[in-house]
Nanobody
Framework: QVQLVESGGGLVQPGGSLRLSCAAS????????MGWYRQAPGKQRELVAT???????HYADSVKGRFTISRDSAQNTVYLYMNNLKVEDTAAYYC????????????????WGQGTQVTVSS
């Protein structure tokens, strides 16, 4: 079994910062792209940022210049550093990863974490 477990969410004032972490565990052979998505109440889930296994990153326009995604491949962990948070960043944040489980003959699968809540409010 493969699991993604997020941590680091919470309540923060506008202009504040948070760091989200997502650790992948279980029977993992390799991890390709990892990323963060978010879903606000009443809205569809949207991409926040992604990072490839070689370190190439992609950001939603709404977070460019404020959020930074990084990964520690040795620890199977991806991070999202969020600065200058705005009220509109309030959402449940979900980790996502393309993982080849077990061995090199396995098919790549897409996994989701359970989500962590980020609330930006004064």
């Amino acid at each position: 079994q493969v699991q993604l477990v997020e941590s680091g969410g919470g309540l923060v004032q506008p202009g504040g910062s948070l760091r989200l972490s997502c650790a992948a565990s279980g029977s993992i052979f390799s991890i390709n792209a990892m990323g963060w998505y978010r879903q606000a109440p009443g809205k569809q889930r949207e991409l926040v940022a992604t990072i490839t296994s070689s370190g190439n990153t992609h950001y939603a326009d709404s977070v460019k210049g404020r959020f930074t995604i990084s990964r520690d491949s040795a620890q199977n962990t991806v991070y999202l550093y969020m600065n200058n948070l705005k009220v509109e960043d309030t959402a449940a944040y979900y980790c996502n990863a393309d993982i080849v489980p077990y061995n090199r003959y396995s098919l790549q699968r897409n996994y989701w974490g359970q989500g962590t809540q980020v609330t930006v409010s004064s």
